[in-house]
């Protein structure tokens, strides 16, 4: 069994979790996840992040605003995320960003606030999780303008943008995508991606790897994200879960080194 898994990115207060949560995150240590950094969508998600984290010892909180929901957003949430940052297990701004497959809030609306949190994290020192779904070209212009430190969640990017994002000092952010069928571009970018700079992610409860697609994802399923990208890297699973480890570390400097 692998160890040293580190979800750096899912949704545990979602309501697909509301019935079993406490099974769910105990049971996680016992399948090798040695942490969790739940990502807000929204303000309400964000607080419910911190309680998870104050309630288990392996999950840390990102906490932000998706672009799903910045259409609510207003100047005292920024107050309130930037007390939020206080925290000791809040590590990162996420999730932020673009959605322009959706469009939920208006794209102006949505870049108005996704430079905003930008500001936010660079004013906290904090790297941030960015969403980005049809809006490669914005997403990029934008991390050119405000330089943050972070990742690119669920890239799904060309080659081209994975080496622009490198090129940034950013981590690529990779999960249950590069399993599917058809996952040509998420794989070669597997391929590409140093090392040192890939980060592994769940989404769940959503993006759930081959075999298990269709059921609820939880993060003991990385296993299998991992697998398909170490073959594609010619190293063993545990070898890339050992290093994604250490990469999670180093950007979230929050977490004490474990
Ligand atoms: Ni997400």
């Given at each position: 069994?692998?160890?040293?898994?580190?979800?750096?990115h899912?949704h545990?207060?979602?309501?697909?979790?509301?019935?079993?949560?406490?099974?769910?995150?105990?049971?996680?240590?016992?399948?090798?996840?040695?942490?969790?950094?739940?990502n807000a969508a929204n303000?309400?998600?964000?607080?419910?992040?911190?309680?998870?984290?104050?309630?288990?010892?392996?999950?840390?909180?990102a906490?932000g605003v998706h672009p799903h929901d910045v259409?609510?957003?207003?100047?005292?949430?920024?107050?309130?995320?930037?007390?939020?940052?206080?925290?000791?297990?809040?590590?990162a701004i996420g999730e932020i960003g673009l959605d322009y497959h959706y469009n939920f809030s208006?794209?102006?609306?949505q870049?108005?606030w996704f430079?905003?949190q930008l500001?936010?994290?660079?004013?906290?020192?904090?790297?941030v999780f960015i969403h980005d779904r049809e809006a490669h070209?914005d997403t990029?212009?934008l991390l050119?303008?405000?330089?943050?430190?972070g990742v690119i969640h669920c890239f799904s990017g060309?080659?081209?943008?994975?080496?622009?994002?490198?090129?940034?000092?950013?981590?690529?952010g990779?999960g249950?995508?590069?399993?599917?069928?058809?996952?040509?571009?998420?794989?070669?970018?597997?391929?590409?991606?140093?090392?040192?700079?890939?980060?592994?992610e769940?989404d769940?409860?959503y993006m759930?790897?081959?075999?298990?697609?269709?059921?609820?994802?939880?993060?003991?399923?990385?296993?299998?994200?991992?697998?398909?990208?170490?073959?594609?890297?010619?190293?063993?699973?545990?070898?890339?879960?050992?290093?994604?480890?250490?990469?999670?570390?180093?950007?979230?400097?929050?977490?004490?080194?474990?």
């Amino acid at each position: 069994m692998l160890k040293n898994i580190f979800d750096t990115h899912a949704h545990y207060d979602d309501e697909d979790f509301l019935l079993d949560l406490d099974d769910v995150l105990t049971s996680l240590e016992l399948k090798g996840v040695c942490g969790v950094i739940n990502n807000a969508a929204n303000m309400e998600s964000a607080r419910q992040s911190i309680k998870l984290a104050e309630k288990y010892a392996n999950i840390w909180a990102a906490v932000g605003v998706h672009p799903h929901d910045v259409k609510d957003m207003t100047d005292a949430d920024i107050d309130e995320l930037r007390e939020m940052s206080k925290h000791k297990k809040v590590v990162a701004i996420g999730e932020i960003g673009l959605d322009y497959h959706y469009n939920f809030s208006a794209q102006d609306v949505q870049i108005k606030w996704f430079e905003r949190q930008l500001e936010l994290a660079n004013e906290l020192g904090l790297p941030v999780f960015i969403h980005d779904r049809e809006a490669h070209a914005d997403t990029l212009e934008l991390l050119k303008k405000h330089r943050p430190k972070g990742v690119i969640h669920c890239f799904s990017g060309s080659v081209e943008m994975a080496r622009e994002i490198l090129n940034l000092g950013m981590y690529i952010g990779l999960g249950g995508a590069v399993t599917f069928k058809n996952a040509k571009t998420p794989v070669e970018v597997a391929r590409y991606v140093p090392l040192d700079r890939l980060l592994l992610e769940t989404d769940a409860p959503y993006m759930t790897p081959v075999p298990f697609r269709g059921k609820r994802c939880t993060s003991d399923l990385i296993a299998y994200t991992a697998e398909k990208i170490a073959t594609e890297k010619n190293i063993s699973a545990q070898e890339l879960c050992d290093a994604t480890k250490n990469n999670t570390l180093t950007l979230f400097s929050k977490i004490e080194k474990f």
